[in-house]
């Protein structure tokens, strides 16, 4: 059990966990997002950044994959807070529709719709409520402990009356507007769930899938020809009512065998090839007009008798121009009850809308002998029933895009239906528009977006549901009158009643007088599709918390984020009903999201139990470890595997950060420094001090652009990289010999402001990444030597930017380039096995007079980093075998890699040196303990000769006062293998 303690630390190894309760408890006692909103928002000048929640679902527990995205979200707000904005936050929850609805039917283990009705209506109601509450709970706790920071205690909540009520004041705005309407048209429809779908909701939820691909024959009246016909979708033949040719396409009558078959010339080769037929005889070509009109015999006509009822001009052949040669044999089976098209077709031909199947996709008797039949299963047995009759062609499979539900992943149907639609071709235009103003992360997103508007079709917003926005429309059934109610009061008053509950069924028993005849009207009974709840968060959100004074101030939006397909959901929606209302668009820009897979690439789901919850993630590895891996990993818009490997590397980082930390905290305590003198420090800062802050504020400048530009990953990495390559491998390396100077030194305190000030201003760039130990740090250490500049938070700091009088660009220049001459010769050494703790004996660099005093004046970097004994600026360099050129430019460094036997000993002094001070971490040995004695035995010659040679060096890297050889192995010695030498070690504390 891990408990808190109000004492903060960061002399024991970094816990993640530790530091983050920590941290939440700091944030929640000191009401610290309270505060920070508030001093975002002072000033009358400040600048607003207006964001807009897509409201999560609640339905579910969230996962790594909704982490993401709401981390993106968390470090906008944090940014644009430090970056002076008044940042608008609200929270939101999309609480109805069929999510919410499916999952309290999984729990109640109801299998259809029926069940609910068997259930009642109110108690399911009730359910889903409870439902809804629950895992807003749920989200709520795991976003506060993710860190996001929203205005939770203000969130809007779609099923909120208010919120409700202003979808329906949309809706009456529609219908006065002549833009909402009803219709009797082909639709998809989920038969799970009983219900028609919109075609954005289709758009999410395609699969690739094996249907049948059948060839069969359907003969004309009369004569002994057989039209050749194809489909994907044997059960529609059921409803069959008319073939469908092109009127100028060239069509042929062929003959096989004894038979006489008409396909399109077009497609007649790939079709013999399919059906595995070599040579026919072509006996005749026409255009496909000539075939108009001809009557043909229903190939079900036995097993559908119904069809035995439909006269002319039912069963004929009619001509499309959209019939296409791509495929098939270009004769296209019609069913007006199940293809769009088809729909189309058969009106304007007067023919049968033939539906003998119930929304759940069970045929009715009207279809025969397939009465009682699930439509799927009633393929195999319309084709056995062609095979009987000889007018099977070819059965084969087809891999293809079917539309499923996005709910309960159940394949849909095209069905003839009577439903409530909105116009999309008044405002399309528009949209179009206003969609080419919106900046898109990426690019091509806005691209894809703007060809899915052209292709957009009326908007089916009814749904046959329960919990949801009920469609606030009353009807006459004697006279047809229709009332669109735009608000709860309106209602009421016209009813004379109080409503119960805006929600089914109690607002479905609300009888209204018609004003023309004065019948009872009643409520049209359908929901509002659940999209459409959500794309009125502009509006409805405010409306909700009677905030609509906050209106010309917040709309539009800037800035708005969701998965990358919700160009096909969300962000439609919003934009659809925005432009409806206003005449322009709701969001200024988008970030689009790729999704989060398991390691492998597969998507994650329960049944496969490979979901990653993001509770669950955060307890073990950390919310600032998630968020930084989650942002890191790859752009916003690209789909990332999260691996827990990777997410271990992210923690290693971390530990690197809180142990450069923990080394800048235990010498400036041992030497008792404050920041009361920062400034006057920082004057004697030396080169390799410049050239780190001049690297934090490239660091800071990368940050601002890629958020800019959306490249969240960018900004991060940016700051890993710092922390690993700049801070911790280069800097920290390079400083240590000066902060173990003793006694006073301007150099050492020059040192110690740099570390100070750099790692200060890190926590505060990281804060909007890793906003736990960052707060951590910050308190900890930042606190602890400059109480009187601090605030109470970090996240109440400004976005910081380095004073132009720090920065040197020719100083970092060169010192950059000294690195990168080190990274060579590093390079150099692995290649030639000569270990980095090994000191090689000399470098030369020549440059330029310009360059001459900076680079003198730095050359100790590569000493230190390079472990080079001297490095000397000439004019003319010595030449050798051992002798290597490194760099070329901004100058020519030269390094000599040989080595003797004074170099060999060193070596094992400096090996025997790292040994012992691991020795002293391993004991807890504060930095500054003085041993008593080390006492050491070997027998080899070499690494004896190497301890009496360096000594003294040694006793003071390690600090104790006898360095003592023995004779004989010292009892309970540890042994260590120094260069295959045997060496035994006891130490005297």
């Keep these: 059990m891990i408990t808190l303690s109000t004492a903060l630390s960061i002399k024991d190894r970094y816990n993640p966990i530790v530091v983050e309760r920590w941290v939440l408890e700091f944030w929640r006692k000191n009401n610290i997002y309270e505060k920070a909103k508030i001093a975002s928002c002072l000033s009358n000048e400040t600048k607003l950044f207006r964001f807009l929640e897509g409201p999560p679902t609640a339905n579910g527990f969230m996962h790594v994959g909704h982490a993401r995205g709401r981390t993106f979200k968390d470090v906008m707000l944090r940014y644009y807070r430090m970056k002076g904005f008044c940042v608008w936050d609200q929270a939101g929850w999309d609480t109805q529709g069929l999510p919410v609805e499916l999952e309290v039917e999984k729990n109640l283990k109801f299998k259809s719709k029926k069940d609910i009705e068997n259930y009642g ?68 429809v989920c038969p799970r769930c009983e219900t028609a779908l919109s075609s954005h909701e289709v758009a999410l939820g395609y699969k690739i899938v094996k249907d049948p691909s059948l060839y069969f024959k359907v003969k004309l009246v009369d004569e002994d020809v057989y039209l ?83 006269e002319p001009p039912n069963h004929r052949v009619l001509i ?39 929304k759940n996709g069970l045929f009715t008797k009207e279809a025969g002998k397939y009465s009682g039949k699930w439509f799927k299963n009633a393929n195999k047995e319309v084709v056995e029933d062609l095979k009987r009759k000889g007018l099977l062609v070819h059965i084969g499979e087809i891999e293809h895009e079917y539309p499923h539900c996005w709910r309960c992943e159940s394949p849909l149907m095209y069905y003839a239906d009577r439903q409530w639609f909105l116009k999309i071709d008044p405002i399309k235009d528009a949209m179009l528009r206003e969609n080419g103003k919106v900046l898109w992360y990426p690019e091509w997103a806005g691209k894809r977006f703007e060809d ?33 109610f735009g608000s709860i009061e309106e209602l009421e008053n016209t009813a004379s009643l109080k409503l119960q509950d805006i929600h089914r069924p109690w607002v479905d028993n609300v009888y209204v007088p018609c004003p023309r005849c004065g019948s009872k009207m009643y409520r049209e009974p359908f929901v509002v599709d659940v999209w459409m709840d959500s794309g009125m968060a502009h509006t409805a959100a405010l409306h909700q918390i009677n905030k609509e004074h906050l209106f010309k101030d917040l709309f539009p939006y800037d800035w708005i ?192 402001a740099t570390l100070f000030y750099v790692l200060t201003t890190l926590f505060k760039i990281l804060a909007p990444f890793a906003p736990f130990i960052s707060e951590y740090l910050y308190n900890a250490f930042t606190k602890k030597y400059d ?33 990168t001459a080190c990274d060579e010769i590093l390079t150099l050494r692995a290649k030639q096995g000569i270990k980095r703790r090994w000191p090689l004996k000399r470098a030369w660099i020549r440059t330029s007079e310009e360059n001459a005093k900076y680079v003198n004046r730095a050359r100790h970097v590569m000493e230190i980093y390079a472990n080079i004994k001297l490095v000397d600026v000439v004019t003319d360099v010595p030449s050798g075998d051992t002798i290597a050129k490194v760099l070329e430019k901004p100058f020519e460094v030269y390094v000599d890699t040989s080595i003797d036997r004074e170099i060999m000993l060193e070596g094992l002094a400096r090996d025997f040196i790292r040994r012992l001070q691991v020795l002293r971490k391993e004991l807890g040995l504060p930095v500054d303990y003085m041993l008593k004695e080390v006492v050491v035995y070997t027998s080899q010659q070499s690494v004896l000769e190497a301890l009496e040679k360096y000594g003294n060096y040694i006793k003071s890297e390690v600090r104790t006062q006898k360095l003592t050889l023995a004779i004989t192995k010292p009892e309970n010695a540890k042994q260590w293998i120094i260069e295959d030498y045997e060496v035994y070690v006891q130490v005297i504390t």
């Design 228 to 310: 050749i016909v194809w489909t994907t979708t044997p059960w529609t033949i059921i409803s069959n009512e008319a073939l469908a040719v092109h009127p100028n396409e060239r069509y042929v009558k062929i003959k096989v065998g004894s038979e006489y078959w008409i396909v399109a010339e077009k497609r007649l080769k790939p079709f013999l090839i399919e059906i595995g037929i070599d040579n026919v005889e072509v006996i005749e070509v026409f255009t496909g007009s000539q075939l108009y009109n001809k009557a043909y015999i229903h190939p079900l006509l036995e097993e559908v008798p119904e069809h035995y009822k439909h």
């Design 320 to 358: 499309a121009e959209w019939v296409s040669m791509d495929d098939g044999t270009g004769i296209v089976h019609i069913a007006p009850a199940h293809g769009p098209e088809d729909f189309e077709l058969g009106k304007k031909h007067d023919l049968t809308v033939f539906k003998p199947i119930h």
């Design 561 to 752: 984020t969701e998965a990358i397909d919700q160009t096909r959901g969300w962000f439609y929606t919003l934009l659809f009903t925005a432009m409806s209302l206003y005449g322009r668009s709701p969001y200024k820009s988008v970030l689009c999201q790729g999704h989060v897979l398991d390691k492998h690439g597969k998507k994650m789901s329960k049944s496969r139990g490979n979901v990653i919850w993001a509770l669950d993630s955060m307890e073990k590895w950390g919310a600032d470890a998630v968020r930084l891996y989650l942002t890191s990993k790859a752009a916003p818009w690209d789909g990332i595997n999260f691996d827990p490997d990777e997410v271990a590397d992210i923690i290693s980082i971390l530990n690197i950060l809180w142990n450069s930390v923990n080394f800048a905290d235990m010498y400036m305590s041992l030497d008792k420094w404050s920041a009361s003198n920062l400034y006057l420090d920082l004057q004697h800062i030396q080169p390799e001090d410049i050239w780190i802050i001049y690297e934090l504020n490239k660091v800071i400048k990368t940050i601002e652009s890629s958020i800019d530009k959306g490249e969240l990953h960018s900004a991060t990495r940016a700051i890993l990289s710092f922390i690993t390559e700049s801070l911790s491998h280069r800097y920290i390396t390079v400083i240590r010999p000066r902060v173990w100077i003793e006694g006073e030194a301007p150099q050492k305190r020059a040192a110690y």
């Design 452 to 484: 899915w508007i052209k292709n957009a079709k009326d908007w089916c917003i009814s749904r046959e549901r329960f919990w949801g926005t009920p469609l606030p429309i009353w009807t006459c059934p004697n006279c047809g009158f229709r009332i669109v």
């Design 121 to 188: 209506v109110d108690k399911f109601i009730f359910e889903c409520q409870k439902l809804v509450d629950y895992y807003i709970t749920h989200w709520r706790t795991a976003s506060e402990r993710l860190g996001l920071w929203l205005d939770y205690n203000n969130a809007y909540e779609t099923r909120h009356p208010k919120y409700v009520e202003a979808v329906w004041s949309f809706l009456k705005q529609m219908w006065e507007k002549g833009y909402l309407y009803e219709d009797y048209r082909v639709i998809p």
């Design 787 to 819: 109480l009187q500049h601090t605030v109470e938070s970090v996240h109440l700091e400004k976005w910081p930017s380095i004073p132009q009088e720090l920065l040197d660009e020719k100083a970092w220049h060169i010192v950059n380039s000294l690195f």
